[in-house]
């Protein structure tokens, strides 16, 4: 199975996709997460990516393309796998059709989890991730059992991203809405778009989720 998580920055497709990994045994490619491993590394894309990711703007559409096409490559997405944060664009949606037809590779869903810009500066603001194993959390939402450490491995190291602030989640937003949300439109057109109510609880959703997935 292939599909895209398509949805405004804090709308959940993180955490969704987490859950898809688990029932379905396909990996999550988050283009997010994969550039920040990047910085981390300190490679030279890493390093032309840090300062737009920082400002809230997006990265070229060349250099995640090029990320994305490598990545679905590799093996153990050879039966399929979840894009988080990709595509973002037209050009990168459009680059992303073309790069299937040349794989022999089939798309078979994209869900838009529907969020309010309000739910989604909250969701923003409470962000949290275990720093050994990756775990999403929330300050209010999604607190650890224990709050000293990680419920899925014990860690007690957490991180909270530099681009999650008030002033950048601006950016972010207007970025989501003038490049990213036109996206909705093209995937309905192509008869592939199922949307999800983003607004419930965790669970609510990935029963939704699951549904939409189950109907395929
Ligand atoms: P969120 O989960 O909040 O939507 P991501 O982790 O997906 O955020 O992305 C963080 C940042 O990484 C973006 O603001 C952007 O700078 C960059 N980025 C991630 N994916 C893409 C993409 N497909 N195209 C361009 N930039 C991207
Ligand atoms: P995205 O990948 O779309 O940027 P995340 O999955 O990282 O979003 O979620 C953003 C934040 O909101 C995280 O702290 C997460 O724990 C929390 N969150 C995710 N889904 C929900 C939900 N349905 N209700 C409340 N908080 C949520
Ligand atoms: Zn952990």
Aim: aromatic share 6%; proline share 3%; glycine share 10%.
């Amino acid at each position: 199975m292939r599909l895209i998580l398509l949805g405004p920055p804090g709308a959940g497709k993180g955490t969704q996709a987490k859950f898809i990994v688990d029932r379905h045994a396909i990996p999550q490619l988050s283009t997010g997460d994969m550039l920040r491993a990047a910085i981390a590394a300190e490679t030279k894309i890493g390093l032309r990516a840090k300062k737009l990711m920082d400002a809230g703007k997006l990265v070229s559409d060349d250099v995640v393309i090029g990320i994305v096409s490598e990545r679905i490559d590799q093996e153990d997405c050879s039966k399929g796998f979840i894009l988080d944060g990709f595509p973002r664009t037209l050009q990168q949606a459009d680059a992303l059709g073309d790069m299937f037809e040349e794989k022999g590779l089939k798309l078979d869903c994209v869900v838009e989890l529907q969020v309010d810009d309000d739910a989604l500066v909250e969701r923003i603001a409470g962000r949290f991730t275990c720093s050994n194993c990756g775990e999403g959390y929330h300050d209010k939402f999604k607190a650890p059992k224990n709050p000293e450490s990680c419920d899925r491995c014990g860690s007690s190291e957490f991180t909270r991203r530099a681009d999650d602030n008030e002033e950048t989640m601006r950016t972010r937003l207007r970025a989501y809405y003038k490049e990213t949300a036109p996206l909705v439109g093209y995937y309905y057109a192509k008869g592939q778009l199922k949307g999800v109510d983003g607004m419930g609880s965790i669970s609510k959703i990935s029963a939704d989720v699951e549904d939409v997935l189950r109907k395929l």
